[in-house]
Nanobody, 123 residues
Framework: QVQLVESGGGLVQAGGSLGLSCAAS????????MGWFRQAPGKERELAAAISWSGGTTYYANSVKGRFTISRDNAKNTVYLQMNSLKPEDTGLYYC????????????????WGQGTQVTVSS
């Protein structure tokens, strides 16, 4: 089992930046692909960014490409999401998730989930 705990959410003005962290426990995440999902009120959950087990490959949704950066530190068992140039439409609950290293990054099916951290971007 992998336990995931997100942190770093908050309220920020449009154009600002936030950095999210996802701390894992229970198992090393070095064998897992990791993703950041988000869910806005009244909308379906979407995969915003993902990173391969080694950090060598990343995936970004078109809506965040060029503004968000996903990274990981396997030694610290932590995954990060740096969000710049934030927009009101980035508002939502952000979840960290993990899945086995053989599954495609962009595929939305993940095995382990955190509880989420709220990001609110004001206009």
């Amino acid at each position: 089992q992998v336990q995931l705990v997100e942190s770093g959410g908050g309220l920020v003005q449009a154009g600002g930046s936030l950095g999210l962290s996802c701390a894992a426990s229970g198992r090393t995440i070095s064998n897992y692909n990791m993703g950041w999902f988000r869910q806005a009120p009244g909308k379906e959950r979407e995969l915003a960014a993902a990173i391969s087990w080694s950090g060598g490959t990343t995936y970004y949704a078109n809506s965040v490409k060029g503004r968000f950066t996903i990274s990981r530190d396997n030694a610290k068992n932590t995954v990060y999401l740096q969000m710049n140039s934030l927009k009101p439409e980035d508002t939502g609950l952000y979840y960290c998730a993990a899945k086995n290293m053989f599954s495609a990054l962009s595929a939305p099916r993940y095995e382990y989930w955190g509880q989420g951290t709220q990001v609110t971007v004001s206009s």
